[in-house]
């Protein structure tokens, strides 16, 4: 059974989050917009990395009013959104739109003042940079670098940017194929760009702590490496979990065996002990009908003894009756 990573995507409503997820598990996009339902939705996939398989359990939530304080409040208004037990969190926000970044920054609080955040990784992501401006200047600047200059004019277009971020990046995979000088990166020149929210990328990292990337989810720019860089970073703890839960299972099954021999030999001693009264007691009435019931002509006295009144229990009984004895006794023990 593959160990199973549970991630909660949030963000304000219009950021890309479904779009994002979409891209991921099924490499496609479409410019149909359609909000995530109140209650989110959970996409189950497979996902090999570093030679491990793990199952992902990918919840798209809404944009909620605030994070859930307590269990219950979750389980009241967010029904099997593991909103207080992923293992980790990406928050995506619009780089063109700061407010959503706000939104993202707020929530942010939340989460850390209503749950233990240790070995929890937190991602914040920036979609949308095909429409960024300073991500497509960065761009022309990084490629000028490798070729020739190009003015950059009449960007307030949407469309002209947008294609302007496809032209960029067919650049870069043809210059990373024929130069051989590029072609060890897995990833391609862009990943190393300086962000283009300088602000949002200092504040991110250098106050919160956390992870920061910006992509596009419409052309699956940096989608992977997302996804990749979280995995690489939960591999460890569950590494460290499956090993703490396999010694407490051992642990456990060590104590409940020690349990059961403890519980065997006592029952099997206390067994013996009722064997052994029921014994005892079955002896002394067999001896005890012998002695009413038998003459005491039949038993041979010693002559040697002074003559004194005999008791049943002072009677020696002959060798016939001692067979019979003997027999009892073994039924005894069969039974």
Known sequence: MPPVV???????TGVGKSKLIQQFIYNHYDDHYEPTGPKG???????????????????????????????????SE???????????YIFVFDLNLPTTFNYVKVLRDQL?????????????????????????????????????????????????????FIRAMNTTRSFSIFHPSVQHQSISPYEELTPACKEFSNLVRKQWKCNYIECSAKYN????????ELLKSIDPILQQQQQSEL?????????????????TIITLQSIGKDKEREKETFHKKTIGSIGTSADASNFPIDESVPSRATSPTEIQPNSSINQQTNNSNRMCRIV
Not at 6 to 12: A, D, T
Not at 78 to 88: E, K, P, Q, T
Not at 127 to 155: E, G, P, W
């Open 41 to 75: 939705k959970q996409i189950d996939c497979s996902t090999m990395f570093n030679g491990n398989l793990y199952q992902m359990k990918i919840v798209d939530m809404p944009a909620i009013e605030e994070f859930p304080s307590d269990i219950t409040t979750e389980w």
């Open 247 to 263: 010694l407490t299972s051992g642990q456990q099954q060590f104590q409940q065996q020690q349990q059961l021999q403890s519980s």
């Open 221 to 228: 720019w940096r989608i992977m490496a997302i996804f990749r």
């Open 78 to 88: 967010y029904h099997h959104c593991l909103l207080r037990n992923s293992h980790a």
């Open 112 to 164: 850390f003042d209503n749950r233990n955040m240790h070995n929890v990784p937190v991602w914040i992501v920036g979609n949308k940079a095909d429409l960024c401006l300073n991500v497509l200047a960065t761009m022309r600047s990084h490629r000028h670098h490798h070729h020739h200059h190009h003015t950059l004019q009449n960007r307030q277009n949407r469309n002209h940017s947008s294609n302007r």
């Open 6 to 12: 549970k991630v909660c995507v949030l963000g304000s």
